[in-house]
DNA sequence: GGGTAACTTGACATCATGTCAAGTGATGCG
DNA sequence: CGCATCACTTGACATGATGTCAAGTTACCC
């Protein structure tokens, strides 16, 4: 809060007089950050697409994109998450959206009769939305130092592999 | 600290005679807990099998079947790496040795010829390393309510399609 | 009897979050 | 012009966790 008063050019006191708590600005961070970035324009191209297996690389390409933008805020409401109900449910609020285009992608598959074999869509979107999840892109990128391009095409890949029935 | 000392019957300034930081009670507790639990044993069954296939899905089981007993120390580690360097190095260090695991699983494939086309073992290792990580099973038995068996089972089926060639 | 090891007690430093009271300065309205 | 209001500042203070330090106490062994 400190650094942040500082960067505002405001005193750290001021800025609770815009922001109640930490969690508070983070969320409205994230917020403000979704207007920025045009959340909506991003995902527009995977729910356009016909095809359920496109419409499952779109949704990855799109969301795998997405996440280096929100990932510094996003480190941080996971972080105070255990000590802080608030930001945990911040963090849990914007999660599940995700989890719902995940949800989306898989109705897609299961319409057109290629998702794999015994895996409800229950548990097909349990496990893509798992896959796809902020901690995942950072062990890969930052962990295993993959390039962004690596982590798309890949998880296009993985999901593919775990979701699709194959011929 | 207060907690612990009070659980140990034991006065909090007293419990650092033992232990000069937070960091290394709980690295000291983890070394404790492989111990007790056995790591190496539970690892050997995955070593032994001889089929590539298998041996990962031996693994995924006996490493599965291990988290929920570092859970919730892993849970102190991971959360206070943000802040504290020692704790950061001593989880990444445990997490190297599964690595280690993961990478001697994609070797087996690789042996019997059956990793997937176009995938390097390095590239499969941070795959399969990054599926098995502890926050993945939190979010699927934690925030989606799987059971242990499910997860473990699910698992399976995952890194197989995402690191074998099927016929 | 004396020394040592383990532990206790109480006090204190630090650091971040958050709160409160008492100001200050600019703006706009009657 | 005068005055109220709003945004902000300053300084002080509470809380809670981690550590640190000094000065004991207790038990045990040689």
Redesign the interface.
Known sequence: MSDIAKAAKISRQGLYLHFATRAELLVALTRWMDEVNDVDRRLAASRQARDGETRLAAFVEAWGNYIPMIHGVG?ALM?MS?SDAEAAAAWAERMQAVRHGCAAAVAALKDQGVLRDGLSEE?AT??F???M?V??WE??RQ??G?TQA?YVV?MQR?AR??LVE?P
């Open positions: 480190r972080a255990d548990r349990d496990l939305w798992t896959l999840s901690r995942n062990q890969l962990g295993c993959w690596d890949e993985l592999a775990a194959l």
